[in-house]
């Protein structure tokens, strides 16, 4: 019985990692279109 709470939670972890790590590619991918769009900006300005 333990053991399959232990599997549950295992699977549990590995969801939420997994969509942890993909929000984190989303976030890097948002912060580097920012930059891009910042620097186009930036030569706008100048």
């Not at 997994?18 to 706008?44: A, D, G, R, V």
């Amino acid at each position: 019985m333990n053991k399959i709470i232990q599997n549950l939670t295992f699977f549990e972890l590995a969801e939420f990692y997994e969509n942890y790590i993909k929000f984190l590619i989303f976030k890097l991918f948002l912060y580097k279109m920012n930059i891009k769009f910042n620097s186009k900006t930036k030569i706008i300005k100048k």
